[in-house]
């Protein structure tokens, strides 16, 4: 059975372990450096005094995924749109996890006064970029070649979703 819940520092080291996939497999994230435990557990902290918690799906007493949500753009007059990851274990995918975790996300965003959320998708993530238009997100904008990854250029599309209306 899955449930979503706050992420604990316990879990520094399974959130870690999904993120460092993609960091060393994939253009998911256009980051090259691994998170370390310790890294998490400081993120997870500060996460927390920032109210922009960072939500865990377990399953069976394994954590399989997590999402969180953060500053957009920095100044006061973004302050009402912020930007999310969301992560999945591997062999995670396409069981409805990622609605779950965005869905939690979403209602603690509404509850605190945030009117769209932002998703960052590399071009290349068409799996990302088909998550997200399922789950009511639009593309908003392609920057390209604003990522460099694996010895090469990328593009990011820039998605949204207007939570209030």
Known sequence: MMTIRFAKTSDAQAIADIWNHYIRETIATFNAAEKSTADVKSMLIQKADENHPVFCAQCDGRVIGFA????????????????????????????????????????????????????????????????????????????????YKFSRWHDLVLMQKILSK
């Open 68 to 147: 969180t949500y953060g500053a957009f753009r920095a100044g006061v007059g973004y302050a009402h749109s912020k930007e999310h990851t969301v992560m999945l274990a591997p062999d995670a995918s396409k069981l409805g996890y990622g609605g779950a975790l965005m869905r939690s996300l979403e209602n603690h965003c509404r509850e605190n006064g945030v009117h769209c959320l932002m998703a960052g998708v590399s071009a290349e993530n068409t799996v990302g970029i088909r998550f997200h238009e399922k789950i009511g997100f639009s593309a908003v904008a392609t920057l390209p070649e604003v990522g």
